[in-house]
């Protein structure tokens, strides 16, 4: 088991900054690749961006590319999603989530968070 818990969320101003984290407790961390989705009232849940355990590789939905930046600390059991220019269409839930296959299909992703609410005003 893979226990994960997103902290981060809040309300900022359209072209704002936030930074999510999300801190891996369970079995060996650096064994998986690691995702950030997210879930807008009424919409799909939705990939936003994974890297592989090394942490040399990295992909983004269109929607985010540019904006934001995922990375991860395998000594601090921890991944970070940098989220820069934001944008009112980015507010939803933000999940991050652990897979040994490395990939944006939600479904084979094992291991959920909570999730932490991003909200970007207008």
């Known amino acids: 088991q893979v226990q994960l818990v997103e902290s981060g969320g809040g309300l900022v101003q359209a072209g704002g900054s936030l930074r999510l984290s999300c801190a891996a407790s369970?079995?060996?961390?650096?064994?998986?690749?690691m995702g950030w989705f997210r879930q807008a009232p009424g919409k799909e849940r939705e990939f936003v961006a994974a890297?592989?355990?090394?942490?040399?590789?990295?992909y983004y939905a269109d929607s985010v590319k540019g904006r934001f930046t995922i990375s991860r600390d395998n000594a601090e059991n921890t991944v970070y999603l940098q989220m820069n220019s934001l944008k009112p269409e980015d507010t939803a839930v933000y999940y991050c989530a652990a897979t040994r296959s490395y990939n944006r299909a939600d479904s084979l992703y094992d291991y959920w968070g909570q999730g932490t609410q991003v909200t970007v005003s207008s």
């Open positions: 369970g079995r060996t961390f650096s064994n998986y690749a």
């Open positions: 890297i592989r355990w090394s942490g040399g590789s990295t």
